[in-house]
Nanobody, 115 residues
């Protein structure tokens, strides 16, 4: 079992920045990768960024160059630094831990970008 808790969401003006955190606990040694996803109202959940157990990262085209995914020193926290935010970034942001063949999700944190 793996537990994930997101935090750091809020209301920000367009062009601003936010840092989301994902606190990971449980069988963390079994995690292959941790990713951030988001879901806007009326839309499907979409991939944002991921970081593998070896530190490799990948980003959606829509956020590349604006968002950065990273791990804390203990590797039990994953961050999503978001910059140059746009109204279309408004969504509930979720982190997900991949423990093949399973995936664990957090409860999400709301990010709202005002124009």
């Amino acid at each position: 079992q793996v537990q994930l808790v997101e935090s750091g969401g809020g209301l920000v003006q367009a062009g601003g920045s936010l840092r989301l955190s994902c606190a990971v606990s449980g069988r963390t040694f079994s995690i292959n990768a941790i990713g951030w996803f988001r879901q806007a109202p009326g839309k499907q959940r979409e991939f944002v960024a991921t970081i593998s157990s070896s530190g490799g990262t990948n980003y959606a085209d829509s956020v590349r160059g604006r968002f950065t995914i990273s791990r804390g020193n203990t590797k039990n926290t994953v961050y999503l630094q978001m910059g140059s935010l746009k109204p279309e970034d408004t969504a509930v942001y979720y982190c997900r831990a991949d423990v093949a063949p399973l995936a664990y999700w957090g409860q999400g944190t709301q990010v709202t970008v005002s124009s």
